[in-house]
């Protein structure tokens, strides 16, 4: 028999039903694990316990015939920017220090309910800020990966950010599954670099409540798995209307599932010719015109698309985002919960708390936003970004007129060492690049391993879908995975 | 009625505007379940939203919308289909979330007019600029601990509507009946209680003087968190003042917020340079565009009560009431309905009399608001009745009236038990008329010699013996025809 902690979500699926082993069986083979890869310092909090228990209760629910639900029996990591009842959450920052959560977040409980059993809190890059999840307050998350060859072989590589810790649990074998979120591309970055699958769907789709905000109009909860099938599977049961989220769609959620038919025949697919980039790595070129051939194997028309304003998403971006942040972050002052260093004055104590609490990368994007939203540059920065922002989304919408889906490259690199980039803020901004526009226009975007680098590294491909058709997303996606045929094992071999 | 300011250098008018901070009667807060009792327990009513937690999102509460709507109706308002929540970003430990959810550029009701009733009689028409929804902010407690400051969360995210005035005001006056006249209006409609004295309308006033005659609008203070009309008033003048004595010296006003000071009657400066907000409004980001039909405004409209300047008029056209009698009547909802149960059915002016000549004086005696006033509507009804039916003479009701201020009773008891009825049987006025008149031999000497005054003397005699149950129609007639025979 197969190890436990090499099965996908529907492969455990089915040997759960067919009673092959059960969800406690497989839960402590995931505690074990979990033990096992403390080095690559996925998770913040492992909660073995709560990943036992609810096994249990699985186990239960199908002892006495009881209804199973879409994740019953399947250990996953949460990404620590998820409230989690009684569970301390820290969104990997200092300022959060101690805090448990009352209540539960909407997706994880959507998840709970659906009978998923949580193994812990994923570490990531503090408030979701980062691409390499080096700014955690509980330190950098390693990638289960390592170069084979190249300048970078052998070293620590960075799991991408910043839902690095999901990113590195699933592919290092930690978790089945794991939830992300995404606000410019951090589930589909660390998703490319991790070699899964990681989709981060239309804006609305899934509840932001009790996810700890970083920027509200962009940051969207979403799946890392190991497979298309898996990250459908998942969204079906994370998604949904929510009305504690006065911006969750009210849109039914179809069965993501059933709409992997494999059959993609007859779709047209666009080629933004913008994304096209000067100095563009020939290898990341390489595989995205590979991408293109597979899906015209495949039986779809492949057409030229523009999208005129991308050269402006990354700048625009780094305007709104961060100004949504400044004021979402201005709730952690010492006050009522986490962190507090005492001070002479009110002022001196917010400054101590937040000089402290706050690492250098948030520090600098409150910066930003605040000096973004100041009077007198309100105009020229934030209106400007926000104008910006819908000549993106028309240029999307133009380009769906005659296409189905979009591809494009999710990263401009493979992984590279912990440590690189780290002293320049803006070659780490431009991880980004590709991943952003998606994220400005609200649309949904999966990222799936498609090859390797020269040196042995995941690369993965970016489809871009229509707003709320996650199903013809997730329908093409599994299409390139068939065709590319990547060995996720690689990884877990490579972490052992 | 124009004030002005004697200054050094010449005569000043005053130009005021007022924010007013209306908190609107709703049971849950305006973004989140809590409820919005006054008086509880510290930190009783508070959500997980009030306390920004972290992850949880503001949904609008869809009462305090209608309230909104509802108010900008009042004020004859542009009611906006479209607007826009903002955030205004500042740090305070009462302020959980940092930043207060407002509205900015994209306020829910517009322009609208509020009409002052000034105390000659007189209307003057006041600019209303827009009303806006707003999160209030909790309560810092400085008091309990000589150290320490204690917040109490339960006002925090309760929703006000901050209405914003022109600068159409000129003197203390015209701001205080500004603010008694909008009190009014939201008590009509009953979207706040205007309770000034609980903090339930806070008014913020703002402050410039110029020269009489110039139309310049000079540099203003805000004076915040005002919680008195006549406070209100006596920050004015004091600002007013200040204002001119700086322009008389030579100096320039600064733009700045005050803080007045009731004990002395005096403001005084506030914040100091480097504590200037930058409050950094932008969208929220959680909240979508707020959005109505106008179905909704015209069933919200349908439902609107009669209003104090359309109860104004009815009484004055109906009623035949004088415009200062009706303004006074109408300005208290309470005091309206009052009235309008007193003359249910009688003679509205003589109702309008009782209750403006009568019963404020002893509610201001007694230091009572009409709601608890020891004579209730139908006993002071009652005794208009038995005037009108000549139960008893205006001046036996003056009587009944005190002994129904200090027992609260009915008024056709106190007279039958009293044995206060008039005497209308015209054999009992006639002997007590030919009593009176052998008695007053003399008087009646004088009455022939043309003193007519003297029929007075008669009339008080007649009184006397009848212990003034007599009817004094009756008498007079039966007098003026004895003596005059």
Not at chain 1, 149 to 178: C, N, T
Not at chain 2, 18 to 27: A, T
Not at chain 2, 375 to 404: C, Q, R, W
């Amino acid at each position: 028999m197969t190890k436990l902690t090499e099965l996908n979500i529907a492969s455990a699926r089915d040997g759960l039903n067919k009673g092959e082993f059960s969800a406690t069986e497989l839960a402590e083979a995931y505690i074990q694990a979990v033990e096992a890869g403390r080095d690559l310092n996925a998770y913040i909090t492992e909660t073995p316990d709560v990943a036992l228990e609810r096994a249990r209760e699985s186990d239960d629910r199908r002892a006495k015939g009881a209804h199973i639900g879409a994740m019953d029996g399947i250990p996953i990591a949460v990404k620590d920017l998820f409230c989690t009842e009684g569970v301390l959450t820290t969104a990997g920052s200092h300022i959060l220090d101690g805090f448990v959560p009352p209540y539960e977040s909407t997706v994880s409980a959507n998840l709970r309910s659906a009978g998923a059993v949580m193994l812990g809190k994923a570490n990531m890059d503090e408030f979701a800020m980062g691409s390499s999840n080096i700014t955690s307050y509980y330190g950098p998350v390693k990638n289960p990966w390592k170069a084979a060859s190249g300048s970078d072989a052998g070293k620590d590589l960075v799991p991408g950010g910043s839902s690095g810790g999901s990113a590195a649990a699933v592919a290092g074998g930690l978790a089945m599954a794991a939830t992300g979120t995404d606000t410019g591309g951090s589930i589909r970055q660390p998703a490319s670099f991790c070699g899964i699958v990681g989709i981060k769907p239309t804006y609305g789709r899934c509840s932001r409540w009790g996810v700890v905000a970083f920027a509200s109009s962009l940051d969207q909860a979403g799946p890392m798995t190991q497979t298309v099938q898996d990250a459908a599977i998942m969204l079906g049961a994370m998604s949904g209307y929510d009305p504690k989220d006065s911006t969750s769609a009210n849109i039914a959620v179809p069965d993501f599932e059933a709409a992997i038919t494999g059959d993609v025949k007859g779709l047209t697919i666009g080629i933004p010719k913008e994304y096209k980039m000067d100095g563009m790595d020939p290898q990341i070129q390489a595989l995205w015109d590979k991408g293109i051939e597979w899906l015209k194997a495949a039986g779809c028309t492949i057409k030229d698309v523009s999208l005129p304003h991308t050269k402006y998403a990354l700048a625009a971006y780094y305007i709104v985002a961060p100004a949504e942040a400044s004021a979402n972050l201005a709730r952690y002052d010492g006050v009522r919960y986490g962190l507090r260093v005492p001070g002479d004055s009110l002022d001196d104590m917010y400054m101590n708390t937040r000089g402290e609490g706050f690492g250098d990368e948030v520090q600098r994007r409150i910066l930003i936003g605040t000096y973004a939203l100041s009077s007198g540059y309100y105009d020229a920065y934030y209106i400007k970004a926000q104008k910006v922002r819908t000549l993106i989304a028309n240029d999307f919408k133009a380009a769906f007129e005659d296409v189905d889906a979009i591809l494009t490259p999710t990263a401009p690199s493979a992984a590279f060492a912990l440590g690189e980039k780290q002293e320049d803020p803006l070659a780490m901004y431009l991880n980004d690049v590709f991943t952003v526009p998606t994220s400005l226009a609200g649309l949904p975007g999966i990222s799936v391993p498609a090859g390797l680098s020269a040196d042995g590294l995941p690369l993965g491909l970016q489809l871009i879908g229509k707003a709320f058709d996650e199903a013809t997303l997730l329908n093409v996606a599994s299409s390139l995975e068939a065709a590319a045929a990547f060995n996720f094992k690689l990884a877990k071999g490579a972490s052992s | 009625m124009s004030y002005v300011i004697k200054g050094e250098t010449g005569d000043w008018e005053v130009v005021i505007g007022l924010e007013v901070h209306c908190q609107v009667i709703s049971n849950a807060k305006l973004f989140s379940g809590a409820a919005t009792n006054f008086g509880a327990e510290p930190n009783t009513q508070v959500s997980l939203v009030d306390a920004a937690m972290p992850g949880m999102l503001p949904v609008i509460n869809e009462t305090c919308v209608r309230q909104a709507i509802k108010t900008g109706l009042g004020l004859k308002a542009q009611i906006n289909n479209k607007s826009v929540f903002a955030r205004k970003n500042y740090f305070y430990a009462d302020l959980p979330q940092g930043y207060q959810i407002s509205q900015a550029d994209q306020p829910i009701v517009g322009a609208g007019t509020i009409i002052l009733d000034l105390p000659d009689g007189s209307t003057r028409e006041i600019g209303i600029e827009r009303l806006h929804l707003e999160q209030d902010a909790g309560k810092s407690l400085h008091d309990q601990d000589p150290k320490r400051t204690f917040i109490d969360l339960n006002r925090t995210g309760v929703a006000l509507m901050e209405i914003v005035s022109d600068p159409d005001m000129r003197s203390p006056e015209e701001a205080g009946a500004y603010l008694r006249k909008l009190r009014s209006i939201v008590r009509y409609l009953e979207t706040c209680d205007g309770n000034m004295d609980q903090g339930s309308m806070r008014c913020d006033v703002n402050v410039s003087v110029r020269p009489v005659g110039s139309t310049e609008l000079r540099t203003r203070a805000e004076t915040k968190n005002v919680n008195s009309v006549r406070f209100a008033m006596q920050a004015i003048e004091y600002e007013a003042a200040r204002q001119v004595e700086i322009y008389d010296n030579g100096g320039e006003v600064v733009q700045e917020t005050r803080l007045f000071d009731s004990q002395k009657g005096e403001t005084r400066s506030m914040r100091s340079k480097e504590h200037a907000h930058d409050y950094r409004y932008f969208p929220d980001p959680d909240l979508l565009p707020l959005m109505f039909s106008d179905e909704l405004v015209a069933e919200i409209k349908a439902t609107l009560p009669e209003l104090p300047d359309e109860r104004k008029d009815r009484y004055i056209n109906v009623f035949g009431l004088s415009p200062y009698d009706a303004g006074v009547l109408v300005a208290e909802k309470d005091t309206a309905m009052y009235f309008e149960a007193v003359a249910e059915g009688r003679d509205a002016k003589m109702a309008a009399n009782w209750v403006i000549n009568n019963l404020f004086a002893v509610l201001s005696d007694k230091g009572v608001s009409i709601t608890e006033s020891p004579i209730s509507a139908v006993n002071l009804g009652k005794l208009l009745g038995l005037i009108s039916d000549d139960t008893i003479s205006t001046k036996i009701a003056k009587d009944v009236f005190e002994i129904m201020i200090e027992t609260g009773g009915d008024p056709e008891k106190i007279v039958e038990e009293k044995g206060l009825k008039q005497i209308t049987d015209t054999g009992a006025i006639e002997t007590a008329v030919d009593a009176a008149i052998a008695a007053g031999t003399a008087q009646v000497a004088q009455y022939k010699g043309g003193n007519e005054k003297i029929l007075g003397w008669f009339v008080g005699q007649v009184m006397k013996s009848t212990q003034g149950k007599a009817n004094p129609g009756q008498v007079n007639k039966l007098l003026k025809e004895k003596l005059d025979d």
